[in-house]
């Protein structure tokens, strides 16, 4: 099983544009969800979803968009990036929202 | 709103000293609890968690954490650390809604090293 993939794995953006950080499982996961890590500020939830077609914002959720039309894709949309959105994204996945998450490895995005 | 709060930002410990690493969260009603570590250039994984039964609870490599309710603490130790746990750790909880899903929200971390 590849797990969770996340791509890119790196990426620079110009403040304005826009894009989309994918992911995807492949463990039938209904419980997907977004973190960025920022220095002395651990794991900050994001967005996330409950199964296909539901989804519901976390503790940082301006500036993103989600969506879920499938069960096995959650990706995360920067529609203006922003400097302050300068971040290492981690994309994560279980059975249920009380369950261990299953982590992808990671993107580390650069607004400049 | 629930929060987690990890007051070891930053830990240095010398190879076999005794760890403990603090962890308080703020709800106060029936939560899950979790311990993560982000070993240097690895994402995430899960080092134990908590739902319910024996307040201590074993995980991997040698941790263990004891959940006090009355303190709303998961503190997280380990008898005697090894080089290889230095790594940036993450204490998680999320709100038992009976069986709906939650939030998992997670603390700043600590980051630990171990000197040889």
């Known amino acids: 099983n590849a797990g969770v993939t996340q791509t890119p794995k790196f990426q620079v953006l110009k403040t304005g544009q826009s894009m989309t950080l994918q992911c995807a499982q492949d463990?039938?996961?209904?419980?997907m969800s977004w973190y960025r890590q920022d220095p002395g500020m651990g794991l900050r939830l994001i967005h996330y979803s409950v199964g296909a077609g539901i989804t519901d914002q976390g503790e940082v959720p301006n500036g993103y968009n989600v969506s879920r039309s499938t069960t096995e894709d959650f990706p995360l949309r920067l529609l203006s990036a922003a400097p302050s959105q300068t971040s290492v994204y981690f994309c994560?996945?279980?059975?249920?929202?009380?369950?261990?998450?299953?982590f992808g490895s990671g993107t580390q995005l650069s607004v400049l | 709103a629930q929060s987690v709060s990890q007051h070891n930002h930053h830990v240095i410990l010398s190879e076999a000293a005794s760890l403990e690493l603090g962890c308080n969260y703020s709800?106060?009603?029936?939560?899950?609890l979790f311990w993560y570590v982000q070993y240097p250039g690895q994402h995430l994984q899960l080092l134990l968690k908590y739902f319910s039964g024996d307040p201590l609870v074993k995980g991997i490599k040698g941790f263990e954490a004891e959940f006090i309710k009355s303190k709303f603490s998961f503190n997280l130790r380990k008898p005697s650390v090894q080089w290889s746990d230095t790594a940036e750790y993450f204490c998680a909880v999320n709100v038992d809604y009976g069986g709906a899903t939650n939030k998992l929200i997670f603390g700043t971390g600590t980051l630990l090293a171990v000197q040889p």
């Open positions: 994560a996945s279980s059975y249920s929202g009380q369950e261990k998450l299953f």
């Open positions: 463990m039938n996961h209904e419980y």
């Open positions: 709800y106060g009603g029936t939560v899950n």
